[in-house]
């Protein structure tokens, strides 16, 4: 066989047979075979169909059972125990999902409520003014008509026929009495005389005998012409020479006459002539001179001002080292986080359930509290009033004390600064800036900067462009290399603070943002770089700023370095201030210490013992410099005693500084109460004097 198959192959392809010619089987016998199979074939699909309908049969049937009688392997456990725990998940988060929805329509509803509720007070209150004013106007009404009934009723036919006579100059006839009249027809008489003089003394308290006051009561139609002619006789009749003689009666009946409580009329030489216009105007005169000095009192205890230096100081005027500038770097770069408005307890406060109803300021930023774990300086920083946003930039980067009389300037676009400062000092050295976020910098410091990506500050009501925009590049920045300070200035905070105060829903959004801001900064951080995060001020409970109180001048700070672990402040060390955190970053970046600066080194910043004491050496230097400069171009206005060499102890150095500051301090930055409370009590004295001359020349 073999060999016939290799032997077929060689020759081409091997020839079919039929099933007949390979087995030598019958024709009969192969049909009965293929039937066989087919048979066979058919038997066995049948077989087949069967078999998988009692299969199907079975699993139904079990199926049945599991459901009555349900059986949990250890297998399906494992295989439903994850499927339930997401099922679990998915459910919680659509219930916290649900309640921060209704916790959110609650609040909602809640401000619906309340602004409703003042909508219809202040409705309450118009009406209420409404029904006062008409009370009042019916009660004017009827005052005028009984004072027209009671002057008209007080004129006496007998008086208003004797005014001719008080026109001449004579003096008045003395009546002669009949003797034979009895002394009780006298008694009646001059009783009925002191009642007609009753009568008439409601006329003369209501129409006094003052020119002015008579033409304002003319023009009220309150008196009549009748009733100023009885007026000025009864005047008239009072200017009387002491030469005349005047009888008993008449004498008894002028006696019960008020007098006049204003100036005297004119001479008796022509007693009917019109009043003099020449006290009005004096009066005019002397009001305004008065009120003008009251001004200027007030500017003066209120507008603080100071004397700018343009000096600069350079490397030169302090040599410690051949190596450095005035002291060696610790740190090669800073980035500057101003948040706008970060209050101290924003960033210190926990949150309580007690205590934060109503407060979502409260406990908002808890990652750059923990920082203090992690070695990181929180602190409260005191800022000097005035509390405004560019004083406040003008102090960080000059480190002076701004002064009411540039409050103006925060409107203004051109408030350049000319005085040293931090920026100019590293422009000089050849180092650069990059600015972010608010515009008020370039305004200050339009040549400090070598990149800047900055915004409009102005709209209160936008609380989320400004912040935006600096994330937009934020992280890019931070990635670069070709700067020494990178100054990140928010606004949010500040905005959701005027539009709706600290108390707001919206505020904790904002500080939760700025808390997530922090996290990434601290995560793109180096290791030789420092990273500071404040406020240029605080605000009040309504969201206000710009004047002195606890709220409004406490503001955050917070320094942290990924290499550095910086100590806790002491308790009785001097409370932290804005202006000290330029001297400290001059000297941490290698730079002097620009020429105003008035501020104290953040010792807790330094890496040793000898750079601390070196710093606060350096800084009293300075100061040193600074008001005995001052002292010399001003004549002595600051009436300082400085010691003839800055003392060698560094106890004796700190006590210098803090005492230059309180001096200065109190002249800059403190408002003359007592002066301030005396004008404007002059200015009201002034007022008052103004308007009844005005009102006497128009007499």
Not at 283 to 290: G, Q, W
Not at 552 to 577: I, K, M, T
Not at 665 to 671: E, G
């Amino acid at each position: 066989m073999k060999g016939s198959e290799s032997t077929s192959k060689e020759g081409g392809e091997r020839p079919k047979r039929s099933l007949r010619q390979r087995f030598d089987i019958s024709e009969e016998d192969a049909a009965i075979k293929r039937e066989l199979e087919q048979a066979l074939r058919l038997s066995l699909g049948v077989a087949a169909r069967e078999e998988e309908r009692r299969q199907e049969e079975e699993s139904e049937e079990e199926q049945e059972e599991e459901k009555k009688n349900p059986v949990v392997t250890p297998a399906k456990k494992a295989k439903q125990e994850p499927v339930k725990k997401e099922e679990k998940k998915k459910e919680e988060e659509k219930k916290e999902v649900k309640k921060e929805e209704k916790e959110v329509e609650k609040k909602a509803e809640e401000e619906k409520k309340v602004e409703k509720k003042k909508e219809v007070k202040v409705e309450v209150k118009k009406e209420v003014k409404k029904e006062v004013k008409k009370e009042v106007e019916k009660k004017e009404e009827k005052k005028k008509g009984e004072v027209k009934k009671e002057t008209t009723k007080a004129l006496p036919k007998k008086i208003v026929e004797k005014k001719p006579e008080s026109k001449k100059s004579t003096p008045l006839p003395t009546p002669s009495l009949p003797k034979e009249e009895p002394k009780k027809e006298e008694r009646k008489k001059e009783a009925k005389k002191k009642e007609e003089v009753k009568n008439t003394e409601p006329a003369v308290k209501n129409a006094d005998i003052n020119s002015y006051e008579l033409h304002s009561l003319q023009r009220r139609g309150v008196v009549r012409a009748e009733a100023t002619d009885f007026i000025k006789l009864l005047a008239t009749a009072k200017r009387v020479p002491r030469s005349s003689k005047v009888s008993p009666s008449q004498s008894s009946s002028l006696s019960t006459i008020p007098s006049p409580t204003m100036p005297p009329p004119p001479s008796s030489s022509s007693p009917s002539s019109p009043p003099s216009r020449l006290f009005p105007t004096l009066n005019l005169l002397l009001s305004i001179t008065v009120f003008i000095t009251a001004l200027f009192l007030f500017q003066s205890g209120f507008l603080l001002k100071r004397v700018q230096l343009h000096d600069k100081s350079t490397c030169s005027d302090v040599s410690l080292s051949s190596s450095s500038c005035w002291l060696p770097r610790s740190f090669d770069r800073v980035v500057l986080v101003v948040i706008d408005a970060l209050r101290y307890d924003f960033v210190q406060s926990e949150r309580n359930e007690k205590d934060g109803k109503g407060r979502e300021w409260m406990g908002q930023m808890p990652y750059t509290r923990d920082l203090v774990k992690k070695g990181a300086l929180l602190s409260k920083a005191l800022a000097d009033p005035p509390t405004t946003t560019l004083q406040r930039l003008k102090a960080l980067g000059t480190g002076g004390l701004p002064t009411f009389i540039d409050a103006s300037d925060n409107f203004n676009s051109d408030a350049a600064v000319e005085e040293d400062n931090l920026l100019s000092q590293l422009v000089a050295s050849g180092r650069n800036a990059t600015l972010l976020g608010d515009e008020t910098w370039l305004s200050l410091y339009p040549h400090g900067f070598h990149r800047t990506f900055a915004k409009e500050s102005f709209d209160i009501h936008d609380l989320h462009t400004v912040d935006n925009y600096i994330l937009e590049h934020l992280s890019s920045e931070l990635s670069r290399s070709d700067w020494s300070l990178l100054v990140a200035h928010f606004l949010g905070v500040d905005h959701a603070g005027h539009k709706h105060g600290p108390e707001h829903i919206e505020m904790g959004a904002k500080l939760r943002q700025m808390d997530r801001v922090v996290k990434d900064v601290v995560s793109s951080l180096l290791p030789s770089d420092l990273l500071i995060v404040m406020g240029d001020h605080g605000m009040t409970g309504t969201g206000d700023h710009g004047g002195d109180s606890d709220d409004e001048v406490g503001a955050a700070f917070l320094a942290y370095s990924p290499s550095h672990s910086f100590p806790p402040r002491p308790l009785s060390s001097p409370s932290l201030q804005q202006i000290d955190l330029l001297p400290t970053l001059s000297l941490l970046l290698d730079l002097p210490i620009p020429f105003s600066s008035l501020g104290s080194p953040i010792e807790e910043l330094f890496p040793d013992e000898r750079r601390r004491a070196l710093a606060v050496k350096l800084t009293a230097i300075q100061v040193d410099r600074f008001v005995s400069t001052y002292q010399r171009v001003t004549g002595g206005g600051l009436g300082v005693k400085l010691p003839e060499e800055v003392p060698s102890s560094l106890s004796d150095q700190r006590d210098l500084l803090s005492a230059l500051q309180s001096s200065l301090r109190s002249q800059w930055t403190r408002f003359s109460l007592p002066l301030m409370r005396i004008s404007l009590v002059v200015m009201a004295d002034a007022v008052a004097a103004f308007e009844l001359s005005w009102l006497g020349s128009l007499q």
